[in-house]
């Protein structure tokens, strides 16, 4: 697989990572831990070294799920976690220095690391001055804990000021195309600074896969029951997308899920869209992906299709949806 670099700070990753919050949390029952493992494994046999996580996945179990698989192979790959939560008594925003030091500390153990290779702020804290939050980063860098500093759906301003205390190698943020609001500011405030963009949820949480329908039902654990943009409404009105990637990949040879990622390579050098999955079948379809090439016609017409489609419901429920963009 080939390799991009995240913006300015030459953190190499492979061009597609592996999102590994669903193996543990949000999307249903947490998968087989061996399976996860054996499944993680087989990423990196396939050139995939870029590899997501986060404490608050599970809370804790999908660090040290990750820390486990990617052990014997530490030195192949570049693992992200993020801090910025608290758990007990309830969940809640946390980006308080002492706190991230703290955060950092329990996620070197649990990932079997002596170096977090990237380290987000979750969701900004608005208690919590920015430059604060990058203080702190930088002082775990200087220590050796941390290698870069990234941010996860943060608004522009923030990021700004973010970066003028700590450079930040990557911002993390849904794109797809069913959610292209980053085009419009955020996308130009990276390319200006240097830094990378990790689109997560580049197959739509599923759903531009093709495998989704008004009539598919959920586990009642499952994240997406809450989505408003997941409801059989708005999934019977939002077919059109799918049905856009379908006649793409008919003409490609290609999955629906192929040409979703594909149309995100190919928007800029330094995206890295991490989608995730528990099925090896999927793995090898998404991989598939970064060797598909998308032509200026082929990106010219996915556009124009797209224009024509509206897409139907929020992609967050309004109390999650309000912790973006700060």
Not at 120 to 137: K, M
């Amino acid at each position: 697989m080939q390799t991009r670099t995240l913006g300015k700070s030459h953190l190499k990753v492979s061009a597609l990572g592996l999102g590994c919050m669903g193996m543990s949390f949000g999307y249903g029952p947490a998968a087989d831990t061996r399976d996860m493992i054996a499944l993680i494994r087989s990423a990196v046999e396939r050139g995939i070294t870029f590899f997501d996580t986060a404490e608050a996945y599970g809370p804790f179990t999908n660090e040290a799920l990750v820390g486990e698989a990617l052990a014997p192979i530490r030195h192949q790959v570049v693992i992200a976690t993020k801090f910025g939560f608290t758990f007990e008594p309830q969940r809640g925003l946390d980006s308080r220095p002492a706190h991230i030091k703290e955060v950092a500390e329990a996620s070197l153990r649990r990932l079997k690391v002596d170096t977090i290779d990237l380290f987000y702020q979750h969701r900004v804290d608005p208690d919590v001055p920015i430059e604060d939050v990058a203080g702190a980063v930088k002082d775990l860098i200087q220590e050796g804990k941390v290698k870069h500093f990234g941010l996860s759906e943060a608004g522009v301003q923030t990021i700004r000021r973010a970066h003028a205390v700590q450079p930040v190698t990557a911002v993390q943020s849904e794109y797809s195309l069913w959610w292209r609001a980053p085009e419009k500011e955020l996308l130009p405030a990276l390319e200006e600074l240097g830094i990378g963009f990790v689109p997560f949820s580049p197959l739509g949480k599923g759903f531009l896969t093709g495998q989704i329908d008004e009539h598919t039902t959920f586990d009642r654990s499952d994240f997406r029951n809450i989505v408003p943009r997941f409801t059989p409404e708005a999934r019977k009105a939002n077919q059109g997308l799918v049905d856009l990637l379908r006649t793409i990949g008919e003409l490609k040879k290609a999955s629906p899920a192929q040409i979703a990622l594909a149309w995100l390579l190919a928007q800029k050098p330094w995206i890295v869209p991490i989608p995730g999955t528990t099925k090896q079948q999927r793995l090898e379809e998404n991989a598939g992906a970064a060797a598909l090439e998308l032509t200026p016609d082929d990106l010219r017409e996915i556009d124009r299709a797209a224009a024509q489609i509206t897409v139907l419901g929020a992609r967050y429920p309004q109390e999650l949806e309000q912790m973006t963009g700060r």
